[in-house]
Nanobody, 121 residues
Framework: QVHVKESGGGLVQPGGSLRLSCVVSGDIFWIGIMGWYRQAPGKQRGLVATVTSTGTINYVDSVKGRFTISRDNAENTIYLRMNSLKPEDTAVYYC???????????????WGQGTQVTVSS
């Protein structure tokens, strides 16, 4: 079994900051791409940022310059530092890990349960 657990969400005022964490644990052989996605009410889940095992990073345009994704391979953990938060950043933030559970398995996507981020005055 694989477990993906996010933490760090909450209520913050516009212009504020939050740091999200995601830990992947369980039957892990190799983790490829890890990332953060978000889903606002009435909208589809969409990409926020991804990071590969070698550190290649990708951001959606709307968060560039405000959000920073980082990764600790030794701890199977990623972080998302969110600065200058806007009301439109309000969403449930989900962690995703594309990983293999054994040498011979294929890569599969695993998702966490999500953590709520609300930006409001």
């Amino acid at each position: 079994q694989v477990h993906v657990k996010e933490s760090g969400g909450g209520l913050v005022q516009p212009g504020g900051s939050l740091r999200l964490s995601c830990v992947v644990s369980g039957d892990i052989f190799w983790i490829g791409i890890m990332g953060w996605y978000r889903q606002a009410p009435g909208k589809q889940r969409g990409l926020v940022a991804t990071v590969t095992s070698t550190g290649t990073i990708n951001y959606v345009d709307s968060v560039k310059g405000r959000f920073t994704i980082s990764r600790d391979n030794a701890e199977n953990t990623i972080y998302l530092r969110m600065n200058s938060l806007k009301p439109e950043d309000t969403a449930v933030y989900y962690c995703n890990a594309d990983l293999k559970t054994s040498r011979y398995s294929t890569f599969n996507d695993y998702w966490g349960q999500g953590t709520q981020v609300t930006v409001s005055s």
